[in-house]
């Protein structure tokens, strides 16, 4: 089992920047893949970026340039977002993969708005 935190977040003008931040703890020694996901209100949760235990990125397309994802070591992957826009404004989820399963954390809210 995974348990995940996530920090950061909240409300910032449109072309600002935030951070969300995330944390595993449990079985972590096990985790292969983290990221970040994202629901807007209406829309299904969608792909924001994910990383591989060995570094591979992924990003949606709508975010490449902007959106840089990091991860510490095997427990903490962190999100950098600049230049935000209205339309990035949704319930952020980490995610961590481990065994086939998916693990998810609590959500935080981004909100971009003037």
């Known amino acids: 089992q995974v348990q995940l935190v996530e920090s950061g977040g909240g409300l910032v003008q449109p072309g600002g920047s935030l951070r969300l931040s995330c944390a595993a703890s449990g079985n972590i020694f096990s985790i292969y893949t983290m990221g970040w996901y994202r629901q807007a209100p209406g829309k299904q949760r969608e792909l924001v970026a994910t990383?591989?235990?060995?570094?591979?990125t992924n990003y949606a397309d709508s975010v490449k340039g902007r959106f840089t994802i990091s991860r510490a070591n095997v427990k903490n992957v962190s999100l950098q977002m600049n230049n935000l826009k209205p339309e990035d404004t949704a319930v952020y989820y980490c995610?961590?993969?481990?065994?086939?399963?998916?693990?998810w954390g609590q959500g935080n809210q981004v909100t971009v708005s003037s």
């Open positions: 995610l961590a993969t481990m065994a086939g399963n998916n693990y």
């Open positions: 990383i591989t235990r060995g570094g591979g």
